[in-house]
């Protein structure tokens, strides 16, 4: 399949990291998706935003707890 947003990338299955925001926070996971080997745009199955919207939700509610890899900082 060619990239719809570059048209000349072949777009390829790979693992690709992704930021889910909740509030404040940023989870960071990696999920199979198929992304663009010129411009890096990722297309996500129906499946995986689904899985990320039920990590979205545990995050949310804490039922599961990542290990935290940075702070986010704001100076107002
Ligand atoms: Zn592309």
Do not use: H, N, W
């Not at 995986?48 to 100076?75: C, H, M, N, W």
Request: glycine share 6%.
């Amino acid at each position: 399949m060619k990239c719809v947003i570059c048209k000349v990338g072949e777009v390829t299955k790979s693992p690709v990291k992704v930021e889910v925001k909740v509030g404040y926070d940023y989870l960071l996971t990696t999920v199979e998706a198929e992304s663009c080997v010129e411009c890096g745009e990722a297309y996500y199955s129906t499946e995986t935003l689904r899985q990320l919207d039920q990590l979205r939700a545990e995050f949310a509610r804490k039922e599961i707890a990542p290990r935290s890899v940075g702070t986010v900082y704001q100076i107002p």
